[in-house]
Every structure is written in C-alpha cells, then in structure tokens.
C-alpha cells in the first residue's frame, strides 16, 4: 500500500496528517508514506523527526491584499501542479490525503484528475479556502467540528470524525503526569502557552497570572512563553517563586495538559482538539491574526457547550485572565463540570475512523 499524505505551513496542519499516517503504519507496517509539502513550511522539520520521507513542491498562498504580487503566485502554482503530478507519476499511490494549508491544492487536485481516491481533512469550525475549493472534488471530506458542514459542497456527506490526534494523549494519565512532573496531587495548576514562537498578548495576561499566585501554597503556574519571547521574557524582571515554572516550549504537551487544572492558550484547531482530548477546562483567547477569524470559532464549539471561557483580545482587560483563573480556583465544582464538557467534546479517534471510512482496514 502507498499513500501520499499532503499538508503544511502550520503544526495544526502537518500533526493530524502525520496522526492519520501513524494509524496506517499500525495497520499496515508495510505501508509506504510519502509526504509533500513545501520547503518553508514546518513540515520541513516536523515530518523528518516524525520517521516520515517527504518530497516538496513550488507554491505558496495568494495575497489577498495585494492582488498584483498573485501574478507570481500563479506562476509557482502552474509549476507546483507539473511537479505534483510528477511526484504521483512516480509514486504511484493508493490514495492520497490532504489535511489543509495551500500546498494541499496541486497536490490533491493532481490526484483526483488521475482518478487515484483523494480525501481531505478540515481541522476549524471555519474552513480553509484551500480545502472549499477542494471538496467538491475529492472522494470525501473529514471534519473536525460539525459547524463546519455549511461551508462546503461535496460529493458524499461530510463525516465529522474530531481532530487526529497523537496517541499520546489517550496513553497518558493525570496520575502518571503529576508524578513525572514533581507536582503534588492536590495542586491547583495552571497551564499557559501561545504556541511554539509564543503570543505577546497571552505572555501579557501570563505575567500577571504568575505575579497574582507567585508563592501561594497549593498553586503551581506553569508558564511557555514561546521561542520568540523567552530570553526577553527572563532578562526582564519577572516573578520568581517555587511554584512558578517558566520554559521556552513544551515538547511533551500531552504530559503537561493531562497534568493540568486550567489551560490558557490560543484557539488553533490541533490546541482545541488537545485540550479536549484531555478533558481540560481553558480560558481561550482566539488569535485576532488569523484568516477568517477561524480561533474564535473554534473556540466558541467548546464555550457553547460549557468546557472554555472564550475572552476576545480587543475585549480583553489587563488582569482579567488572572482573576477567572482564580475565580476557577475558588470554584472545584465548576472546574469539574468544565472538565467534563470539555471532555465530552474530546475525539481520540479521528485517524482510526478517517482509515475506516476511506477503506484502510486492519491487516488481517
């Protein structure tokens, strides 16, 4: 068996499609996986370190607010396809599965045109521009959040399957976290991050956080300030006490959120689909940055259901992170009860019903 597995730019894009390619090797050891992206995107690093070949292609999104520089974007989108079409020519794939970001496009479109099975996942309640385009092609179209339905037309049904996930995130238990981590079992933690290069607005709220329980007894804070900001972060004065943690980046996430109590993060999709996969109560402030304003729907399918607070930034006050985690603190019976929303929303399942339904059954 062979597939070609196609998404890049961001990790909210490549982990799922690396999740889905997971789940085929424990199907099919023998499989051959193959992925394509574009030289400088994440994929470049992330797939390598994940044990998985990866080929690139020439093409890079349009400009929507300067629409003369898209005259060379179409010039390297007419070259992606030639060299897409190559890639597939050579390859020869069974089939072959996009997960989102531009370079999805040549890829997935030069699959349907040689009628090889071609299927698309969507990670945001908003769908990418990328995958709209796409679904009226492809075999099927997989969904993370049922909101997003509406914004495509397909062929077959959409299956709203959740995220893909690593395993590691069903493996790891609160207990097993704590111990690892040195944290006591009746600590209240916190848990904050903006992403790998890190978000001034979360790192503002963060600082705050620190300073209101720097000291208090039976409080840990654990703050990932992103690479971007943590040597200014720590050359400045900032809090220090026992229970105040401070890293540049969590490289073993499922650790730290099954760890936690409370987490304060962004809203990208592959953070929502973690944290609900965990069972975690959040205070989510939706990127403003981002096309379409996709975080804040994210982020509304779990606060509509009672598993996060959702503050936007330019409603934001200094301060106010700071005092609903410690109005949650105050409150273990909501907690509780936002843990399990947060729970209820959570799919560890996703790349093991995208193989179901495409027809990746388990060898025999």
């Given at each position: 068996?062979?597939?070609?597995?196609?998404?890049?730019?961001?990790?909210?894009?490549?982990?799922?499609?690396?999740?889905?390619?997971?789940?085929?090797?424990?199907?099919?050891?023998?499989?051959?996986?193959?992925?394509?992206?574009?030289?400088?995107?994440?994929?470049?690093?992330?797939?390598?370190?994940?044990?998985?070949?990866?080929?690139?292609?020439?093409?890079?999104?349009?400009?929507?607010?300067?629409?003369?520089?898209?005259?060379?974007?179409?010039?390297?989108?007419?070259?992606?396809?030639?060299?897409?079409?190559?890639?597939?020519?050579?390859?020869?794939?069974?089939?072959?599965?996009?997960?989102?970001?531009?370079?999805?496009?040549?890829?997935?479109?030069?699959?349907?045109?040689?009628?090889?099975?071609?299927?698309?996942?969507?990670?945001?309640?908003?769908?990418?521009?990328?995958?709209?385009?796409?679904?009226?092609?492809?075999?099927?179209?997989?969904?993370?959040?049922?909101?997003?339905?509406?914004?495509?037309?397909?062929?077959?049904?959409?299956?709203?399957?959740?995220?893909?996930?690593?395993?590691?995130?069903?493996?790891?238990?609160?207990?097993?976290?704590?111990?690892?981590?040195?944290?006591?079992?009746?600590?209240?933690?916190?848990?904050?991050?903006?992403?790998?290069?890190?978000?001034?607005?979360?790192?503002?709220?963060?600082?705050?956080?620190?300073?209101?329980?720097?000291?208090?007894?039976?409080?840990?804070?654990?703050?990932?300030?992103?690479?971007?900001?943590?040597?200014?972060?720590?050359?400045?004065?900032?809090?220090?006490?026992?229970?105040?943690?401070?890293?540049?980046?969590?490289?073993?996430?499922?650790?730290?959120?099954?760890?936690?109590?409370?987490?304060?993060?962004?809203?990208?999709?592959?953070?929502?689909?973690?944290?609900?996969?965990?069972?975690?109560?959040s205070i989510m402030i939706p990127s403003p940055y981002v096309t379409n304003n996709h975080q804040y729907y994210n982020a509304m399918v779990v606060a509509d259901r009672g598993g996060a607070v959702v503050i936007e930034e330019k409603n934001l006050a200094e301060g106010q992170v700071a005092d609903?985690?410690?109005?949650?603190?105050?409150?273990?019976?909501?907690?509780?009860?936002?843990?399990?929303?947060?729970?209820?929303?959570?799919?560890?399942?996703?790349?093991?019903?995208?193989?179901?339904?495409?027809?990746?059954?388990?060898?025999?």
């Amino acid at each position: 068996m062979k597939v070609i597995m196609s998404g890049g730019g961001t990790g909210g894009h490549i982990y799922p499609a690396i999740a889905i390619a997971d789940e085929i090797k424990r199907r099919h050891p023998e499989a051959e996986i193959l992925f394509v992206g574009t030289e400088h995107g994440m994929e470049r690093e992330i797939v390598p370190k994940a044990g998985y070949p990866i080929k690139f292609i020439t093409v890079r999104g349009f400009d929507r607010k300067h629409l003369l520089r898209n005259i060379d974007t179409v010039k390297e989108l007419n070259k992606g396809l030639h060299e897409a079409k190559k890639i597939i020519a050579d390859f020869k794939p069974d089939y072959v599965i996009g997960t989102g970001g531009y370079v999805c496009g040549p890829v997935v479109r030069s699959a349907y045109k040689a009628h090889i099975p071609s299927f698309i996942h969507e990670q945001n309640a908003f769908p990418g521009l990328t995958n709209k385009l796409l679904s009226k092609h492809v075999d099927r179209v997989f969904l993370a959040f049922t909101e997003a339905k509406e914004y495509f037309k397909c062929k077959a049904e959409p299956v709203t399957v959740g995220n893909p996930v690593r395993s590691a995130f069903t493996e790891t238990s609160r207990e097993e976290s704590r111990k690892a981590l040195g944290i006591d079992e009746g600590d209240f933690v916190v848990l904050g991050f903006g992403g790998s290069l890190g978000a001034q607005r979360i790192n503002d709220e963060m600082k705050l956080v620190a300073e209101r329980f720097a000291g208090r007894t039976g409080v840990r804070v654990i703050w990932a300030t992103g690479k971007r900001y943590y040597k200014e972060i720590m050359g400045a004065p900032h809090p220090e006490a026992d229970n105040i943690t401070y890293m540049e980046y969590i490289n073993d996430m499922p650790k730290y959120l099954k760890a936690c109590d409370l987490v304060v993060s962004r809203s990208g999709a592959l953070t929502v689909s973690e944290i609900t996969a965990c069972g975690r109560p959040s205070i989510m402030i939706p990127s403003p940055y981002v096309t379409n304003n996709h975080q804040y729907y994210n982020a509304m399918v779990v606060a509509d259901r009672g598993g996060a607070v959702v503050i936007e930034e330019k409603n934001l006050a200094e301060g106010q992170v700071a005092d609903t985690a410690e109005s949650l603190e105050a409150d273990p019976e909501r907690l509780v009860l936002m843990a399990h929303m947060s729970e209820s929303l959570g799919r560890t399942d996703a790349a093991s019903v995208i193989c179901d339904t495409i027809g990746i059954k388990k060898a025999e």
